[in-house]
């Protein structure tokens, strides 16, 4: 590693020069910094309706997940294949890594990652988290987008392959998605306050 002028770091590796200067980048307070395809993004504060729905799912697997397992909320979760370090609404993680980085843990540790859209986030939530979080082999994503075309919708992604979902249920909402073992939860989406 070398420090040319003492402002950048050089490794040969893309993967942790782009870390590094994720680790450098000073946002203001509440604004989410991520790598999205080798790209850093920063993202505003997200609208309280956009919070009322992160509590809603929060609470309702909360009462379902075992007792040692965590929800965090916007846990840094990197995917170095897709050169992606995402930070989602919230993350279902059974046991953090003993060893690794402080400031994020590899996607492949979450059972679930669920991400609200913002006017912010939206076509990233959509495309390039999906296959990163699908490459890192999360069983389950759920992507509540009030911001679709056509209306608010929910949509539930498993079963990853190749770096590929399969859709496992969709619905506007107000329709009931059931989250499969190991959560076995119905989420009533009713609850979603609309953008």
């Known amino acids: 590693m070398s420090v040319p002028n003492g402002d950048y770091i050089l490794t040969g590796n893309e993967w942790d020069e782009l870390v590094w200067v994720w680790e450098?980048?000073?946002?203001?307070?509440?604004?989410?910094?991520?790598?999205?395809?080798?790209?850093?993004?920063?993202?505003?504060?997200?609208?309280?309706?956009?919070?009322?729905?992160?509590?809603?799912?929060?609470?309702?697997?909360?009462?379902v997940i075992p007792e040692h397992w965590h929800i965090f909320q916007r846990l840094g979760?990197?995917?170095?294949?897709?050169?992606?370090?995402?930070?989602?609404?919230l993350a279902v993680v059974p046991e953090l890594p003993a060893e690794g980085h402080d400031d994020f843990v590899p996607a492949a540790a979450a059972r679930l990652a669920v991400e609200i859209t913002s006017a912010a986030t939206a076509h990233n939530d959509r495309t390039a988290e999906a296959a990163g979080y699908a490459e890192a082999?999360?069983?389950?994503?759920?992507?509540?987008?009030?911001?679709?075309?056509?209306?608010?919708?929910?949509?539930?992604?498993?079963?990853?392959?190749?770096?590929?979902?399969?859709?496992?249920?969709?619905?506007?909402?107000?329709?009931?998605?059931?989250?499969?073992?190991?959560?076995?939860?119905?989420?009533?989406?009713?609850?979603?306050?609309?953008?």
């Open 137 to 195: 082999g999360v069983p389950l994503y759920l992507l509540v987008d009030g911001m679709a075309p056509g209306g608010p919708t929910v949509t539930l992604y498993g079963e990853p392959r190749k770096g590929v979902y399969r859709l496992l249920c969709a619905g506007k909402f107000g329709k009931r998605i059931m989250l499969p073992e190991p959560f076995g939860l119905e989420l009533d989406t009713g609850e979603f306050p609309e953008n």
């Open 24 to 63: 450098q980048t000073h946002a203001p307070k509440g604004c989410k910094v991520e790598i999205i395809e080798g790209i850093i993004t920063v993202a505003p504060h997200s609208a309280v309706p956009h919070h009322r729905i992160a509590d809603r799912v929060q609470r309702s697997l909360s009462k």
């Open 77 to 89: 979760m990197a995917v170095p294949a897709r050169l992606g370090l995402y930070v989602p609404d």
